[in-house]
């Protein structure tokens, strides 16, 4: 624990549970005021849970959270904090509303801490322009791509200047071009107000490298303290994500093994899985995918990359048959897509950028559901649900609602309920 400089918040015997899972364990931990901390690790290890205490957006069940120098568990004092803080929860878009504009959006926050008129226009000047999201200003927050939203709702969490700035893994789903933005804008805002305390989840090792101070987290405890380089010296290590799978318990870190993707050869013969020709879409005047061509080979794994909004995940719409092309043609499997065509939609397995998961069934039903919507044959429904839970580790969250489970463990069970059906074609998340 740090006591020799100011802490920004303290926890103690901090426990937290949903249902029998525990979250947050018996967890003490003190965190210095005025730089950027940084909590590391794989999804479900409590970091949000943490973040959320730490915000007050969580009740607390067991132990103390201290922020500023008092207690967040009583309601008087969480009240009377709140303008010093700002929290963006994990999720694209989670505290945004759909229907308002990107200006309409920052400008109802500036409107919530009291701001006046030529305060919120300067500011929101300023954090529009800092994000790029400046000709973006008139278009509903729904119509935005992925690292948009993350970009408005830094924006909408930035407007009044909080004294601690807590970040639940602000950059998941964002391309590597507007995450650089992203923590350009607060590398500018820090040296502007460098008081400024900044909390932040991230599983993202080369984010971790810039910050000031870190804690490494696994099954809700705290594993190990300190500056990155510290923390790599301390292990031997040459990068973090090596450091952390050194700290990890020994029974964990023995089973991890590099992934390795063995390069692949195709040749011409054979039917593609899908080709393109001259593939366009336009909405009204905006051509989000103009004349695009690619052909892709029966077990190739192929990627759209780019920055968020060039028209990756609308490509990725009319190749399943989810979105009809303005012009130009695509074939699945020799067959020409149209939405229609439920014969060759059963052959696609598609996960979509945004939450398709229901979120009033349980982990259990959604796996069930999604593989009987596709006539999956009653009597292998068994077998195949076993070997999706045992494939992306989900039994410990077989009777939980999707919604209350950690961003990544959603990802794993959207990336399950695509392939239940067992695709031939399975397009990749963004």
């Known amino acids: 624990m740090i006591t020799e400089q100011p802490l920004v918040a303290e926890v103690a015997g901090l426990t937290h549970r949903y249902g029998e899972t525990v979250a947050v364990n018996n967890l003490h931990l003190a965190l210095p005021a005025g730089g950027m901390v940084g909590f590391i690790g794989p999804d479900g290890v409590g970091k949000s849970t943490l973040l959320a205490l730490i915000a007050g957006a ?247 990359l780019g920055s968020n909004g060039c028209g990756k995940t609308t490509t990725m719409k009319m190749l399943t048959g989810l979105l009809p092309p303005t012009d130009g043609k695509a074939w699945l499997f020799g067959h020409p897509i149209a939405a229609q065509d439920l014969e060759i939609r059963k052959r696609v397995g598609y996960m979509s950028q945004f939450f398709s998961l229901y979120g009033e069934l349980t982990v259990r039903q959604n796996l069930e559901l999604h593989a009987q919507l596709f006539h999956l044959p009653k009597e292998r429904l068994p077998e195949r649900l076993t070997t999706l839970i045992a494939r992306f580790d989900l039994a410990p969250y077989l009777d939980e609602l999707p919604l209350a489970l950690p961003l990544g463990i959603q990802q794993r069970l959207s990336l399950a309920v695509a392939i239940a059906h067992e695709p031939e074609l399975n397009p990749p998340p963004e």
Not at 178 to 201: C, H, Y
């Open 58 to 304: 969580r009740q607390i069940q067991s132990g103390q959270v201290t922020v500023f120098g008092g207690n967040m568990g009583h309601s008087h004092y969480r009240t009377a904090i709140l303008p010093r803080l700002a929290y963006m929860p994990q999720g694209l878009g989670k505290n945004l509303y759909a229907t308002l504009t990107v200006w309409e959006n920052v400008d109802f926050f500036g409107r919530l801490f009291g701001q006046g008129r030529e305060e919120r226009e300067q500011r929101i000047h300023q954090l529009l322009h800092g994000t790029g999201l400046a000709p973006f200003k008139h278009r509903p927050a729904a119509k935005l791509s992925g690292g948009m939203k993350q970009k408005l709702g830094l924006c909408c969490a930035l407007i009044h200047d909080p004294d601690l700035l807590i970040l639940d893994e602000p950059t998941t789903g964002v391309d590597p071009l507007s995450r650089r933005q992203f923590w350009e804008l607060i590398d500018g805002i820090r040296k502007r107000r460098p008081e400024m305390s900044v909390l932040v989840a991230t599983s993202y090792m080369e984010e971790a490298e810039r910050f000031d101070w870190l804690a490494a987290m696994d099954e809700g405890k705290i594993l190990a303290t300190g500056h990155p380089a510290a923390l790599k010296s301390r292990t031997g290590t040459e990068d973090l994500d090596t450091a952390f799978i050194q700290l990890l318990p020994e029974k964990k870190r023995s089973n991890h093994r590099t992934l390795v993707v063995p390069p692949a050869t195709f040749g011409a013969e054979g039917t593609p899985a899908i080709e393109a020709q001259a593939l366009t879409k336009r909405f009204g005047d905006f051509t989000a995918v103009d004349r695009v061509n690619f052909r892709i080979q029966q077990g190739e794994i192929f990627g759209f």
